[in-house]
């Protein structure tokens, strides 16, 4: 089992940046795609950015693209989301997910393990 552990959400005005955490422990994920999603109230969770583990790969939701930044720290264990420019429509609840197939970068039905979730608040 890999256990995932999001933090750094929280409040901030539109225009302002956040950048979220991604603890990861327990069977190791150096072998692993991570992504972010997010789901808002009444909506269908929605993929953010992906990567490998071992770097690259990277992929973003074009909503995003130039904005948000997907990175890790092998020596934290750690994956973040740089999130700049933020807009009232960035308000969710993102996850951390971890996969072990490589080649399904956007469906969250290939995601087997998931953070609890932190949330974004963005205000105009």
């Known amino acids: 089992q890999v256990q995932l552990v999001e933090s750094g959400g929280g409040l901030v005005q539109a225009g302002g940046s956040l950048r979220l955490s991604c603890a990861a422990s327990?069977?190791?994920?150096?072998?692993?795609?991570m992504a972010w999603f997010r789901q808002a109230p009444g909506n269908e969770r929605e993929f953010v950015a992906t990567m490998l583990w071992s770097g690259g790969s990277t992929d973003y939701v074009e909503a995003v693209k130039g904005r948000f930044t997907i990175s890790r720290d092998a020596a934290k264990n750690t994956v973040y989301l740089q999130m700049n420019s933020l807009k009232p429509e960035d308000t969710a609840v993102y996850y951390c997910?971890?996969?072990?197939?490589?080649?399904?970068?956007?469906?969250?039905?290939?995601?087997?393990?998931w953070g609890q979730g932190t949330q974004v608040t963005v205000s105009s």
């Open positions: 327990g069977r190791t994920v150096t072998s692993y795609r």
């Open positions: 997910a971890a996969s072990s197939n490589w080649s399904i970068l956007r469906s969250n039905s290939a995601y087997k393990y």
